[in-house]
């Protein structure tokens, strides 16, 4: 099993640029989530899906970033226009069950850097 | 507020020592509690969770309700031990949200 896949693995941008961020989580989990890893920081739940649904996107700054899951299996976070304060980690996971009752497979994530 | 805190950063001891990541947590009520670990070019993956009352590769927690504190202890640290070390709190009623805290990079010389 691959695992939660999870790319690129790096980004290099410039301010004001779009830029975009895809995850397969592992066959079968129904939940997904996003996190941001600021440097030296845990990570931070930026919004969660149950299946096709986003049930928790309290977290995500709604003016640039954007999320989507379309049928319930890969999905995307994009953030347009990128700002110096975007560069992090972000990191994908899924799980098997709702509500959070089994464990949380992440990604190996994607490392952006907006210059 | 919900919120996890581990106060040291590094935390450097030498092969054989015993080793105790601190981590203390806010919640109003009765919180999920578990260690993450992410090795050196490998991605962050479950270590222990409280409920699970468990030993894995050495490492025990437990829960201390009435400090509210969760550290994570190894009677006799390896140098393969050497890696971040996250404590995340999970909430009743939240889904799967998980609040991490900062990490201690442990480092084991030899």
């Known amino acids: 099993e691959a695992g939660v896949v999870q790319s690129p693995r790096y980004k290099i941008i410039e301010k004001k640029q779009p830029v975009a961020f895809w995850c397969n989580p592992i066959?079968?989990?129904?939940?997904l989530y996003w996190y941001r890893q600021n440097l030296g920081q845990g990570p931070e739940l930026l919004i969660r899906?149950?299946?096709?649904?986003?049930?928790?996107d309290s977290q995500l700054p709604k003016d640039r970033f954007s999320a989507e899951r379309l049928k319930g299996v890969d999905s995307t976070l994009k953030i347009q226009p990128a700002e110096l304060g975007d560069s992090a980690v972000y990191l994908c996971?899924?799980?098997?069950?709702?509500?959070?009752?089994?464990?949380?497979?992440f990604g190996p994530g994607t490392r952006l850097t907006v210059t | 507020a919900q919120r996890v805190t581990q106060p040291e950063k590094l935390l450097s001891v030498f092969k054989g020592a015993p080793v105790e990541l601190k981590c203390n947590y806010s919640?109003?009520?009765?919180?999920?509690l578990f260690w993450y670990v992410q090795y050196s070019r490998q991605r962050l993956q479950l270590l222990l969770r409280?409920?699970s009352r468990e030993s894995i590769k050495g490492f025990t927690a437990d829960l201390n309700k009435g400090e509210t504190s969760f550290h994570l202890k190894k009677p006799f640290a390896q140098e393969e031990d050497s890696a971040m070390y996250y404590c995340?709190?999970?909430?009743?009623?939240?889904?799967?949200?998980?609040?991490f805290g900062q990490g201690t990079e442990l480092s084991v010389k030899p």
């Open positions: 995340a709190l999970r909430g009743h009623n939240q889904g799967g949200k998980l609040i």
């Open positions: 899906y149950e299946n096709e649904e986003a049930v928790d």
């Open positions: 919640y109003s009520g009765s919180p999920e």
């Open positions: 066959s079968g989990h129904n939940t």
């Open positions: 409280h409920i």
């Open positions: 996971a899924s799980s098997s069950l709702s509500a959070g009752a089994s464990e949380q497979y």
